[in-house]
């Protein structure tokens, strides 16, 4: 399903080549402010903009065509368009005989049987995070109170972005990295209890986005190895606050009022100039492909606003469950 | 919600020290032959033994109440109920007052306005995945030609189980660990783009079962550190085998029919026996919490059956929903 | 899917002749005092004790299994289980070669593939609906300001009931009968725009009741004959009221704080002992099917509580969606 | 929710005279041919083009701009967008104050705290419709073997309808109607039990289509007075044919295989161009509202087109949940 959410419900569409993109969003509370220019600070945060980034040119203008009215929400679906200027219809047919290796060519094709829009990934592009961000957007200004910020640990496994980034130019080849993330000011008592916990919550929409491959929360796979008597936060006061946090804000999947903190795996990008071995469905023998154009060198650059609107959108139907 | 499954669905209720826990199963195809002693290996699994685990002897009786006649599934709901036993009701009103550090006493109070049942944990209780594993003996049977399997890969750090154990016996502490789980078989296709991506409702089952904090498919946060001529996976035949398998069996959340991998990371158990320093909500005063009795010391030795059930039940809905 | 309702959310289970009929509820508010004595007013209003009445005994005590600590509901799902007593698994197997006609013998043998339990209907009996009373209890304490009231209007075309019932004694055959249901104080606002409007949730809940043929909303049927001048309602005062309620209490599928009105068709009883000439599927031959036993002769009797059941039921969850 | 369905789910959005109608389809099958002219034939039914319709010109032009490769459906969710041209923005101011009679301007602005768009009755408008019925030409597809047919049974109480659209010429007042439907060849076993009955769905997208005010399934409300011996419908032949068709093709909620069979109330449309006393409520006076304009003098008359659309979206998710 293309769809996310119970209350705060989001159903997203598009191709990465084809005539747009979008997102349709019900559940939007009425009454809120809301115009193309609120989405065009993250939407520019979305483009990396580094060295080895893709040469693509979208100006990716959101267009409000539905659920808004003299520049507020109605609170009838809310409709952001994003309609694609540069397109390639050509240099994919390649792909169907030779699945790119990392890419979605041959489980695309496999589901949808023959057929997917090949082109740029089609449905399966990192561009449908356009369609994220756009409501992200939206939703961060359902929870104004809570403050969302992801941030770069690493690319590379380095700290020192710039200097890899410095370093990846025009090797061909493209890097991972980890994020984090930070939720600030969630009250108390959000998450539902066993299936929808907020771990639950927030890894199945986080997961949504194309090549994250891992997640933890608070300690997370580090407190596999403390043990209980260093694990266990302690409460300090009556609002909850807990000395330590390796919880991350979340207790039996309900948030405790401390930080919501989390951290994200990127894998490296599965476009890369280099050449790769890989089988010829065709012909059955193994090719070298070669896959010409620059790529995103490093999509982890991207990631902190998309995981941050993923947040966002995950925490206001949360909100509208906990009233 | 306590349900989970579009197709095959599963609602669970219960609390640990209440008449019974259990799981109502929608969706589940007629003419399945099931009995209550197909639920015993697994259910045994579930129980570790183990030294230092917990005194409470439950007999976890299944009873088929509803959905199955003359020893076949009919396709109704069918219902699995487990009558507790060994039920205490004393002792937990303590934790009203000074709500126990990494428990769930806080949040559930918190949401529950003070009406959740906080015995044992109530309907937080660890002693909920009985259902789920129940579940996931009937899911199993779904998906015949599938193989999962879960094992653990650490505890308290250390690939060696049984020194570990030894070692913490009578400490009074609690340990984690890491569980690896693999599932053979799986047919390419399964999984649905975006937002219902394989490790989108792998990871939203796997997060519902309580102490689990982290999970990573294949190479998962390893992969984060790779580049890309690395990571990718090469394909070797038309079937869609890889030379590797970095992405765990899945791209672009769509199964590829290689192994499904994936980790997580299993929190030490809240419940210690060592004192903590903790506030009580009452006096607002930190306070010496020493809770007698013995306790699990190390949860993960259960999470094998109980990840395996998880995946099973998650298995089992994507594949009635890529038929 | 046998479950209904997305933040108020119950789920039935059980058979007619098997151990057991419950319902599993989902998103109950914690702190609603509730005893398995208030139960007992509705289920005793389901038991029609007409002239004319099915013979089986059953006390039809409910437990309350779950979700309940110290009298209040805890937030948690609230399990409510009818042991079943009087359960006679003879007699069903005729059924399976000559499906009783208007019975759901023949669908359900088709849709489970012969595995469907057989004895009473199983899952399909009305016997179900005592699930969606209890239910309905619950429902009523969630929405305490909101009168709900079904009787009704006619049995067999009559609407003197009594003169109805000494004619039908002993005849052998079943009547039919309309409902009607109103109920008031429902707030101006409740439903939601275009799929889940007024009318197609409660619609969608009432269908599920076996027997149901019919509904109409206001002056439903009559108003297709109307003008719009006459059809009209026209406001009186600034709540909203208006000076005759032909829409039923609902414009664009949203309450308008007016009395919901709605009217039900329900058919006769399929179950009649008068002979009924039919095909034995197995022979191939069309055979005089005559069914021994006394049957119910008007389930209409039993109708008011069930559909109020169903509305309150619908309600609870509109309100929690609207808050 | 401006959705629907389970696994062929329809999202719609728009605004009578916003910039834009349209629906997302999810859960399409790829692999359908499927063009612009395909929707040309159902949108020209929709357009009754009667006397007394209103003089609204709209090309009504479908846009696929997602969804769709080579002429193809591809798997991925199918975008349907209709432009708005004939917009007019003013006149709708009036209503705030003196929300019509019949129409939604009361509930729509309360329901939305006065922030929904008035224009033409803004995402409550009969337009809105477009939308399912252009999901309706993509259903119909998905379930080719049935044959799905509505047509007008009467209009303003009479069957004679070129007659009575003569004698409302000019008069200002509009007129209800009742539609049938029938579906040949559902193969039986369509259908969930209990809650998700082949009656609770459909009855649930139809009343979503404004001016339904009610329904009934096979002899409906007419069955209500007869009695089991006539009303049981008996089989004649071992494919479940019924020498009677009064469950109208339904039995325990599930399809038996026989036509499907149902008729709705059209209620007289709220528009109407005579003068109507009712509140003004910034005044609270009573005053006489007159609209100008030409108003669709009988919606009915487009009836049928939507009302097919309606069902076919419900029998192809129905489909896909009975494979």
Redesign the interface.
């Known amino acids: ?4 959410g ?2 705060f ?1 989001l ?5 990465s080549h ?5 997102v ?1 969003l ?2 939007v509370p ?2 809120m402010l809301l115009a193309e220019e609120d989405f065009l600070p993250d939407l520019a945060r979305r483009k990396s903009g580094a060295p080895g980034t893709t040469p693509r040119t979208e100006p990716d203008r959101p ?1 409000l ?5 003299n520049g ?8 952001i ?1 994003f309609e694609n200027k540069d397109i390639r219809s050509t240099d994919y047919a390649l792909f169907t005989d030779i ?6 060519d ?3 094709r ?10 740029g ?4 592009s990192g561009r ?1 995070t356009l369609a994220l961000v756009a409501a992200g957007v939206v939703a961060k200004k359902m929870i104004p109170a809570i403050k969302i910020k992801a941030e770069i640990l ?1 690319i ?2 380095d700290a020192d972005i710039q200097k890899v980034l410095k370093s990846l130019k025009e090797s061909g ?6 994020i984090s993330c930070t939720a600030t000011d969630i009250p ?10 907020m ?3 927030i ?3 986080v ?2 986005i ?1 090549a ?10 580090a ?7 260093e ?8 609002s ?1 606050t ?1 000395a330590t946090n ?3 804000g ?8 401390n930080d919501l903190i989390f951290r994200v ?8 100039s ?1 050449p ?4 010829n ?1 065709k012909t ?1 023998i ?1 090719e070298n492909l070669e896959i010409q154009g620059r790529h995103d060198a490093c999509i ?1 650059l991207r990631m902190p606003v998309i995981i941050e609107a993923a947040t966002a959108v995950c925490l206001a139907d949360m909100m509208l ?3």
């Open positions: 399903m293309n769809s996310f119970k209350i419900r159903s997203v569409f598009g191709e084809g005539q747009a993109i979008g349709v019900d559940g009425p009454g267009r065509i539905s659920g808004i009215y507020y929400t109605t609170g009838a679906p809310l409709t368009l699945p790119r290796p990392g890419h979605a041959f489980t695309a496999t589901k949808f049987k023959g057929f997917n829009d090949p082109r990934g089609g449905h399966f449908m690493e590379d496994g080849d493209s890097v991972g990295g980890i108390a008592g959000w998450g539902e209890p066993f299936f929808d916990s771990e639950s919550m890894s199945h929409i997961f949504s194309p994250i491959k891992g997640i933890e929360f608070g300690s997370g796979f407190s596999a190895r403390m043990r209980g008597s694990c266990n936060d302690r409460y300090t006061d009556v909850g807990t390796h919880s991350g979340i207790n039996g999947g309900i948030s405790n009022g795996a990127v894998k490296p990008a599965s476009s890369i280099l790769q071995q890989t089988l469905f059955g193994m982890a469950q906990s009233i």
